[in-house]
């Protein structure tokens, strides 16, 4: 007794990957592109050091803490009317970015960026589900999807410091307004549109939801900037308070915002931590990179930018590669490899020193293409582990993970290679006073300080923040063997991509349905 194969994908759904890959390279743009944009900006806003950090982190917060409850809305309302609200919401926000006039009003301005990126981001990945119902083709979009949004991190830093240098800081945001019209016109024709999930949304799950995230969220970023503190573990225990509340009412509700049983589905779990700790260790070390090749290696920030933009090339090795090769060869086996390669690189970033710039890039491909390959097929086992009805609300929770995942990479890398520098530069007398400040807080301290410094001193601080460099590195490649071991251990029983059920398997369900009719 056969199963019927799955409809394949034409020209119609590729067409229609198209638009929905212009969405997901601005998100990832938007993540990264005002890292060489915020002197220019500072020099016309003029914001105090905490605008300044709202500026950066008020997107990534709040798409962090909306995912959730969008994803499942898209379940409810329609995925791609989802899409399309959230597009024009988007592109509305970026033009109030671009044209600021105060601090305030851009960190509001990247706020609400934030919340209509929680709209796009679930939206692209659960469509992708409804169009691609074919295993194969299914694996090899979300491999697209996930290396068009890595395309266009790699991308943000190189953009943002073309477009101040040649236009001013505000047009990088001006970059949405096309896309967002393309997608608008183009998704009636090219996107399907799912029958709504029955139910609505329950108000205190998608309170609790925001009261369990935003706080974890701050928390991690607020211990990457200062440090752990009583603020940092006040939010950390509300994140977590909030999180059992919202488990235990997830689990009294027939119609949840999201379906916490399938944590219980042993590929799902392995799998969002699996993309976790990958993601928290690509995370942690592209911050710490960025500043060594601009603090260490001295290069400028366009050039540091352009330095960053050939190890993405990996990325796109194993976004599309790795799902046409887990069609041969089990999915948690591919990427049990594709993260033991990445270990070759984190090894490179240990041995890093002074003039060393290519191998780190070289390393930093390694990372690229062990995250290629987890942030397709992890993403993929994720999304097919739910019921088409909930697919959304599935993709939210990858997104979510992903997320969160840098932000404590961010977090715990930067703060253990912080801690480890000023132990070491706090070894090398310098004159008490705001210059020894400088120079014992970070290198970039020591940097801003340079002409004020005794001989050898920069240097002995270079090399104190490439000590906590080969640290980190060496924590995040022992968490990264951890994840290939559970890839090899949690997802074996997972079958090669379109790969059919054995013939005992396929009795077993097909005598099931008919018992259940």
């Known amino acids: 007794m056969g199963t019927e194969p799955s409809p394949r994908a034409g020209r119609r759904e590729w067409a229609g990957f198209a638009v929905l890959a212009l969405p997901t390279a601005l998100l990832g743009l938007d993540v990264t592109a005002l890292y060489l944009v915020v002197p220019s900006l500072a020099a016309e806003l003029r914001p105090s050091a905490t605008e300044t950090l709202w500026i950066m982190d008020s997107y990534g917060f709040l798409i962090a803490g909306f995912l959730i409850t969008m994803g499942t809305l898209g379940d409810r309302v329609g995925r791609r009317r989802l899409l399309r609200i959230g597009m024009a919401a988007f592109g509305a926000a970026s033009v109030l970015a671009a044209f600021a006039p105060g601090a305030l009003w851009l960190i509001l301005a990247r706020a609400l960026l934030g919340v209509a990126g929680a709209t796009l981001m ?61 997608v608008l016109v183009a998704a009636p024709a090219l996107l ?27 928390a991690v ?45 042993r590929a799902f779990s392995a799998a969002l931590g699996v993309l976790l700790v990958g993601l928290a260790g690509f995370g942690g070390m592209m911050f710490l990179i960025t500043q060594y090749l601009q603090l260490v ?22 976004g599309i590669g790795a799902p046409l090769l887990a069609t041969r060869v089990p999915p948690g086996n591919v990427m049990a490899a594709a993260l033991a390669f990445s270990l070759v690189g984190y090894a490179l970033l240990a041995l890093a020193g002074d003039d060393s710039r290519i191998s780190v890039v070289v390393g930093f491909g390694f990372l690229y293409l062990g995250l290629g390959t987890i942030a397709s097929l992890g993403t993929d086992i994720v999304v097919g582990a739910a019921p088409p009805e909930r697919a959304g609300s599935a993709a939210a929770m990858s997104e979510t993970v ?78 990264v063997a951890a994840a290939a071991l559970v890839c090899l251990r949690a997802l074996r029983h997972i079958r090669p991509i379109g790969q059919p ?13 008919v018992d259940e009719r």
Do not use: N
Not at 152 to 165: D, F, I
Not at 301 to 318: D, E, F, Q, S, V
């Open 402 to 479: 992903q997320e969160l995942g840098i932000a404590v990479g961010v977090a715990l890398l930067g703060s253990l290679a912080t801690a480890l520098y000023r132990s070491s530069a706090g070894e090398r007398p310098v004159p008490a006073g705001p210059v020894a400040d400088s120079y014992g807080d970070s290198l970039s301290g020591a940097v801003s300080v340079a002409d004020r410094l005794p001989p050898g001193a920069l240097a002995h601080a270079r090399d104190a923040f490439t000590g906590g460099l080969h640290t980190a590195a060496l924590v995040a490649g022992a968490a």
């Open 297 to 318: 290696e001295g290069l400028p920030p366009t050039a540091a930018g352009l330095w960053m933009g050939p190890p993405a090339l990996a990325m796109l090795l194993g």
């Open 122 to 182: 679930p939206s692209t990945l659960s469509l992708i589900s409804d169009m691609f119902r074919d295993a194969r083709q299914r694996a090899l979009a979300i491999g697209g999807w996930a290396t068009m949004f890595a395309l266009g991190m790699a991308a943000g830093p190189v953009v943002g410091g073309v477009l101040s240098a040649h236009l001013w800081w505000g047009a990088v945001f001006l970059l949405a307004v096309p896309v967002a019209v393309l």
């Open 192 to 218: 399907p549109e799912r029958r709504p999930a029955a139910g609505r949304l329950d108000p205190w799950s998608v309170a609790l939801s925001l009261a369990a995230m935003l706080p974890a969220v701050y």
């Open 501 to 513: 059920a054995p013939a005992a398997e396929r009795i077993a369900s097909t005598l099931a349905g």
């Open 221 to 265: 970023k607020h211990v990457a900037a200062e440090g752990p503190d009583g603020q940092a573990l006040v939010a950390a225990l509300l994140a977590c308070a909030s999180a059992l509340a919202f488990v235990r009412r997830q689990l009294r509700l027939e119609e949840p915002l999201l379906d916490v049983r399938l944590f219980a589905d």
